[in-house]
């Protein structure tokens, strides 16, 4: 079946701006996960969703940050006021048994 | 789990030699260890886990062992191939917990 989808591919926005970041989980996979990779670095946990509630928020890095899931499925992580700090791959990653973590491809978000 | 710490950070072996990467983890409450293959500018991949209940793991070239009172676990490769150059990411989970902490990673050169 179709795997974790992520869109944008590229984002270039300028300092700023607002961006906003889409995940299509894998169909049935009822937890959701946001990370953040910088160049070259590890996976930095962002925030968690079961379902349509976000049980775990801790790792969002500002009040800049926001993420919202609907119907279980599609989620979005918005970014507003963007700075150049922001700069990373943006990574989703789905799970049906809340272990095995299945990732999308990224979202590459530059920030001028 | 709180806090995951990989070594080494960069490792070299020649073709056919054996890589070993090892994990060490914080929280004795983690029960469920993955490890993450990650090629340049694609997503992390699942390559094998191992949970609390036993001690190794293994799948073809690919294996992994635990030491639970240790609180260590690594991955090994035998027979090395250009092809399983990459970053390797080892991960925990405790106990009812959806969340994985991630190690910094260890980017393995194979050298033909």
């Known amino acids: 079946g179709a795997g974790v989808s992520q869109s944008p591919s590229n984002k270039v926005t300028e300092k700023g701006k607002d961006v906003e970041l889409r995940c299509d989980p894998i169909s049935g996979h009822t937890a959701l996960y946001w990370y953040r990779q910088s160049l070259g670095q590890g996976l930095e946990f962002l925030i968690y969703f079961q379902g349509n509630s976000a049980p775990d928020k801790s790792g969002l890095p500002s009040d800049r940050f926001s993420a919202e899931r609907t119907g279980g499925s599609v989620s979005t992580l918005t970014i507003q006021r963007t700075q150049q700090e922001d700069s990373a791959v943006y990574l989703c990653a789905s799970s049906y048994t809340g272990e095995t973590q299945y990732f999308g491809p990224g979202t590459r978000l530059l920030v001028l | 789990g709180e806090n995951v710490e990989q070594h080494p950070s960069t490792l070299s072996v020649q073709e056919g030699d054996s890589a070993v990467i090892k994990c060490t983890y914080s929280?004795?409450?983690?029960?469920?260890f993955p490890w993450y293959k990650q090629e340049l500018g694609k997503r992390p991949q699942l390559i094998i886990d191992?949970?609390?209940?036993?001690g190794e793991k293994k799948d073809q070239r690919i294996a992994v062992t635990l030491n639970k009172t240790a609180k260590h676990f690594s991955l090994h490769i035998t027979e090395t191939q250009p092809e399983d150059s990459a970053v390797y990411f080892c991960a925990d989970a405790g106990a009812g917990s959806y969340q994985l902490t991630f190690g910094k990673g260890t980017k393995l050169s194979v050298i033909p």
């Open positions: 191992i949970r609390s209940n036993v």
């Open positions: 929280d004795s409450a983690s029960n469920y």
